[in-house]
């Protein structure tokens, strides 16, 4: 009869750490994509960024040689990430595709000007930043003008600011949120040995010797929680960037190794924290409290 009874009390527990890992592991998984979409997001702001281009139209006197040594020039800058030379001969090359014959022909000499293309670092592709940038380059006698796209950069600043604002909230909410789901579980576990942390409490055991077997089990929960979200988000990355390799643009190492470490820290900590909590509130309670739960 003992047996049965201890066995069932041994099949009760590992139920209540499989639900525990389970629980865990999905509130885990949803933090790591929260993390992961904010630091995407910051890269994707980075690559849109730094692929919006300003272009310089050189004077039409200069040469292809002249224009590529400006192109060097221009690239030595701190506020240049690439800088993409195009010569008269290409530019009335793009320009025949586009007519479908080509304009010399009609006009008898190249009408067009060598062009720079320059993508900015991320830090300065913002309008002041440009407008700054534009009025320096314009006073050098080689460019004739400087054109790039001033509402697209507003807008690609608008649209990240409002995105990160909303996944900072989300994330916000759903620590808060994953933080009642694991406290609550863990409390169940608690709860259902608390008559064995009374009795500890009678012999005389100290609450550090009582409390340690529980967050001995509370930090293997969440360090198997955690390789488990790990690994169903690694598979789903995985799966990801296989179908859209250009992903990796913006879901970079760092930004996996730190998602890893994120989930690996909450994990840990909130699962800790939760049963350190639990346990230290029966450890409060006086007997006759214990059967009014």
């Not at 800058?77 to 009609?106: H, N, R, W």
């Not at 979200?229 to 390799?245: H, K, R």
């Not at 820290?265 to 409290?289: E, H, P, Q, R, W």
Request: overall charge neutral; glycine content about 4%.
């Amino acid at each position: 009869m003992k047996k049965n009874k201890h066995k069932n009390s041994n099949n009760s527990r590992s139920f209540q750490t499989i639900t525990l890992i389970f629980s865990t592991s999905l509130v885990l998984i949803l933090i790591g994509l929260v993390v992961t979409f904010v630091l995407t997001a910051h890269n994707l702001s980075n690559y849109v960024k730094e692929n919006l281009s300003v272009t310089l139209y050189l004077n039409k006197d200069l040469s292809d040689s002249q224009g590529q040594s400006f192109a060097n020039e221009v690239r030595n800058k701190t506020y240049v990430a690439s800088v993409d030379f195009i010569s008269k001969e290409q530019v009335i090359m793009e320009q025949e595709k586009e007519l479908g014959a080509d304009p010399s022909d009609f006009i008898g000499s190249n009408p067009f000007s060598a062009e720079v293309d320059i993508r900015l670092n991320a830090d300065y592709a913002n309008n002041d930043s440009v407008q700054w940038i534009s009025d320096m380059l314009k006073k050098d006698e080689r460019v004739q003008e400087v054109t790039y796209q001033e509402n697209l950069i507003e807008q690609v600043n608008q649209m990240v600011n409002k995105i990160n604002i909303a996944l900072l909230i989300l994330a916000a909410v759903l620590t808060v949120i994953s933080f009642s789901l694991i406290n609550n579980t863990v409390r169940l576990g608690v709860y259902a040995r608390r008559f064995a942390i009374r009795t500890m409490k009678l012999v005389g055991a100290s609450w550090s010797f009582i409390r340690w077997p529980f967050l001995k089990n509370a930090l293997g929960v969440g360090f198997i929680s955690s390789i488990i979200a790990c690994v169903v988000l690694g598979i789903g990355f995985s799966v990801m960037t296989a179908n859209e390799p250009e992903i990796l643009n913006v879901l970079t190492m760092d930004v996996l190794m730190i998602t890893a470490a994120a989930i690996f820290i909450f994990g840990m900590i909130i699962t800790f924290c939760c049963s350190y909590f639990s346990v230290n509130k029966f450890l409060n309670m006086k007997a006759s409290d214990l059967y009014k739960i």
